[in-house]
């Protein structure tokens, strides 16, 4: 247990913070302990900090998940169930995933972040989201200190979206997950337009699919071991169908996607690029240059700082298209 320990290198945005107390948890009897022993403390459950933007100092126990481990728990001919504890790193359970052949998550490599936070927004890349292999996850509840198990069923998932953000926010800590993974017959996606050129090569595979979104996702995204951001900053519009013939008969070119005969979800990023200059900046904080949807920390940017860029772009997207962008990005 640390005390006033400086959040700094656990936070993608790389911005100052820090916490009353500060633990990185190993294992669960570990953590039990703790939380046996914090039982009146504030809490904040922290995984690779690459979706959280710290706007003043923590007044409290920050719960830093580090625990490791892989295991298959069931195999048949076509499928394996793997548990996998929180701390691990997405993207090495990922290529962990391909080096094995196990279909499912390929779509969602390099990824940042810990196992344990993929299920709070429902990762989702490239037309693949957590939920499509889920099965279930162990967590402990905050306050009761109670084991439970939440099946896919009970999660509530949505596009970025889950329980975990909305009923259970800040409730219970996800110790574990579980995932259904193709052993054989893959069922690949390559329904997202930049994987359309795959479509119909004889020796597609796992590696060829995360080999080619890795390449993508290096030429669009900045790395944020060089230039801190946590990835997109607010979510892509839900509208109705009023509002969205509204937009659509004055902006042709807008990308959306009919969700329902009365849902639309429009680009964020299109929004954004058409309020705001190209490289908008104000500060140390500004847009990215290759996608408008992250927010990035040019030098030494501090939470609030960000936070107010981000108003400031909700602000004018509004005016100007009459939506409101909401944060994908969780503000503490
Ligand atoms: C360059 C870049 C690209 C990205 N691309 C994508 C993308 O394509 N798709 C996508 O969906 N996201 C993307 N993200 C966002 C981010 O990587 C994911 O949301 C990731 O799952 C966050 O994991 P984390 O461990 O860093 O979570 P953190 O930032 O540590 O935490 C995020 C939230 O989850 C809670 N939390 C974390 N761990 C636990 C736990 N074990 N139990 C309970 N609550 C917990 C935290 O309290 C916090 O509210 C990107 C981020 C970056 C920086």
Known sequence: MYLNKSLKSFNSFGVESSAAKYVRIENIEQLKKILNNNKKVKKIVLGGGSNILFTKKFNGLCIHMQNKGIEIKSE???YVVVEINSGENWHNFVMWCVKKDFGGVENLVLIPGCVGAAPIQNIG?????????FESCKTINLETLK???YKIEDCKFGYRD???KGMLKNKVVITSIQLKLSKVNHKFNLSYKSLNKLNGLKKLSIKKIAQTIIKIRNSKLP???KIGNAGSFFKNPIIDKTLFDKLHKNYKSIPFVKLTNVKFKISAAWLIENTLKKNYKKGDVGIYKNQPLVIVNYGDAGGK???NFAKDIQKKVKK???IKLINEVVIH
């Not at 890349?125 to 292999?133: N, P, R, T």
């Open 162 to 164: 889950s329980i975990f």
């Open 76 to 78: 048949t001919e076509n």
């Open 223 to 225: 790395d944020p071991k």
């Open 320 to 322: 100007k298209f009459e």
């Open 305 to 307: 700082e960000i936070m």
């Open 125 to 133: 890349a490239y037309g693949v989201e957590l939920k499509d292999v």
């Open 147 to 149: 084991t439970e198990k």
